[in-house]
Every structure is written in structure tokens, then in C-alpha cells.
């Protein structure tokens, strides 16, 4: 699923295409897409056309387009969504859901999602921030980011610091790959329990973040296969720079030791054993 990077590349493409253009008409492909818009598709339509696009935001791993009327059109990319700004007579793409066109006839707006787990509505924007997602906290890149705040609520939890971490009310946008390469370049095992870490080790954990997320952004984020893309269509670049997630039994750049994958919430994380010694009172 699309992290911070990822979302703030495509962010930024919408940013650059979109404002100050109104929507002419809107299409609603598979009705899937929209279901998280409760009146219907047909409501969806209607109260998008005649908009004008003020602004591309985004919370986390969340996007929004601001509009006129004061409400957003949010969107999730969920495993496979893909928001694609493209030349009208371009050929629909296989998993086409929803096509937007604007009254200057110039590039549409595509939401392509070949496995439909994300989706787009139309909500309140309350205080600029749409309702349904007011609870995100905000990410480390943002300047309204408390390093001191995040440090305080993380060492008042009873959790491993990966969970931590993947937790939306503390943080946001960080999932599982940029949590491994994050908790490997910080020398932190991602079961360490919260309440052990020091405000220096917290601190430390934060600048590597900040660091991997930076490096991700710069190289367009990170594509594992054709389902992440730009508005532009182009994959991301950051794979090749991964230096423990994904690369079980390949050695740690730093020091060669074998990186290990152990089975974690579902999913998979990513340690050096001995850049990220095991704690002996882990949290899971």
C-alpha cells in the first residue's frame, strides 16, 4: 500500500495540474470506487460538476482535493489506485473507474484501481481537514509535526515501537516498509517496548525518518511492481536503495550480516541482528 512518499509524489502532480480548474463532468465507471460516498454515484456526479479545484492536500496517506464549495474530494489509493492526469484522447486504461473532465477541455483526471480497495467522496472539510480523516494525526514532514508531543505519547504507550509507529493517532504515513528502513537506520529492534526508549532514542528514531522518507520523496517512492505510479504514470525509484525491508538473507549494508524477516501483524519485518540486536523483554 502507498506510504507518505508515494502519496505526496502523486500529491505534488496534482498540485501542479489541477487548481484553479472546474470540473465539467464526472463518470463513474464501477460504483465500488465511490461507495465510500454515501448517497450514490449519481449524487457523487452532481456535486463535483461545476466545481472548481482549489488545492491538492494531503494527511498522511490520505489525498484531497479542495474545492469552492468548501467540501473535498478525498481519496484513498488503497493497494492498486492510481490517480493519473492524461490527454483526453488517450485509450481508457483496463481498470478505469472514474474520469473527471474540466470546462477548459484540457488533460482529464483518471482514478485507475485494479483491485478497487481504494475509493473516493465527496465530505465536509472542517477547519480545511476532511471530517473522516480528522483523526490522522499529522506526518513528520509536516511543520505542524510535535517532535516532543510524538516522544511523550509514544513513551506513555505499552507497545512494541513498530506498532507504534504504524499507529495513524500517533503518526502518519509511515507503514511497513518505511517503518523497517526507519527502525534499522535508528539501531532500534522493532520490538523494543515503548516504555524502555529514551527521549534521545526517540529523537534519534525521528531524524531517521525524516531522513528515509526525504530520500523516498526524492526518488519518487518506492514501486515494487506496475501498480504505483505518478499522475504521469511513472513507477518510483527507492527500491534500489531499501537497505533491510525485503532483503531476507542478503547482507546488511553496514556490517554483512544476514538480514532476517520474521512474521509480524500479518505482514513482515525486516531486521539486521546485529545493527538491531533483539530486546530481551520483547514487545509484540
Keep these: 500500500m502507498p506510504e507518505l512518499p508515494e502519496v505526496e509524489v502523486v500529491r505534488r502532480g496534482l498540485e501542479r495540474t489541477l487548481p484553479g480548474r472546474t470540473i465539467a463532468t464526472v463518470a463513474v465507471a464501477h460504483p ?7 448517497a450514490g454515484a449519481a449524487d457523487f456526479a452532481a456535486v463535483l460538476t461545476g466545481r472548481t479545484i482549489e488545492a491538492a492536500c494531503r494527511r498522511g496517506k490520505y489525498l484531497w482535493l479542495a474545492l469552492d464549495s468548501g467540501a473535498a474530494l478525498l481519496g484513498h489509493l488503497g493497494m492498486s489506485g492510481q490517480l493519473l492526469v492524461v490527454a483526453t484522447e488517450k485509450p481508457d486504461e483496463t481498470h478505469l473507474r472514474v474520469r473527471f473532465t474540466f470546462s477548459d477541455a484540457g488533460r482529464e483526471l483518471r482514478f485507475v484501481d485494479q483491485r478497487t480497495f481504494g475509493g473516493l467522496a465527496v465530505v465536509p472539510a472542517d477547519a480545511g481537514v476532511p471530517a473522516p480523516i480528522a483523526h490522522i494525526a499529522r506526518d513528520p514532514l509536516d511543520p505542524g509535526f510535535s517532535d516532543a508531543g510524538f516522544v511523550a505519547a509514544v513513551r506513555r504507550r505499552r507497545t512494541g515501537i513498530k506498532r507504534a509507529l504504524l499507529d495513524q493517532t500517533l503518526v502518519s504515513g509511515i507503514g511497513n516498509i518505511y ?33 528515509v522518507l526525504l530520500e523516498a520523496l526524492h526518488a519518487g517512492g518506492t514501486s515494487f511492481d506496475a501498480l504505483y505510479v505518478s499522475v504521469n504514470g511513472e513507477s518510483g525509484l527507492f527500491d534500489r536503495s531499501l537497505a533491510v525491508y525485503g532483503r531476507a538473507g542478503l547482507p546488511c549494508t553496514r556490517c554483512e550480516t544476514p538480514i532476517r524477516r520474521d512474521a509480524f501483524m500479518n505482514r513482515s519485518s525486516f531486521t539486521c541482528p546485529r545493527c538491531q540486536p533483539r530486546p530481551r523483554k520483547a514487545h509484540w
Design 32 to 38: 465500488r470506487a465511490v461507495r465510500r460516498h454515501a
Design 179 to 211: 517503518a523497517d528502513e526507519s527502525l534499522w537506520r535508528a539501531g532500534l529492534h522493532y520490538a523494543r517496548p515503548t516504555g524502555t526508549l529514551t527521549r534521545g532514542e526517540l529523537n534519534r528514531l525521528l531524524q531517521s525518518v525524516r531522513e
